[in-house]
């Protein structure tokens, strides 16, 4: 019988690879550019700003759930 050897694609390089050490990513080095974009702040999640009118109506909805609970 013979053995699966499992792979993926390296999310920097894209490279494939099997499962290592540095899993998800490829090598060493992958992984260390991947630290840096954290560090430098290259990833990033886009904030959607609410105007006066949504935060009351979601403060209002978090009241209403809150007060069907006790």
């Known amino acids: 019988m013979s053995e699966v050897i499992k792979t993926y694609r390296c999310p920097i390089c894209h490279k494939l690879a099997?499962?290592?050490k540095y899993k998800p990513f490829c090598s060493k080095r992958?992984?260390?550019i991947d630290l840096?974009?954290?560090?430098?702040?290259?990833?990033?999640?886009p904030a959607v700003e609410l105007d006066?009118?949504?935060i009351a109506q979601l403060?209002?909805?978090?009241?209403?759930?809150t007060s069907d609970e006790d």
Do not use: R
């Open 30 to 32: 992958c992984a260390d």
């Open 36 to 45: 840096g974009n954290w560090f430098n702040e290259s990833y990033h999640i």
């Open 18 to 20: 099997p499962a290592n």
């Open 52 to 54: 006066d009118t949504e």
């Open 59 to 65: 403060q209002e909805a978090v009241e209403n759930k």
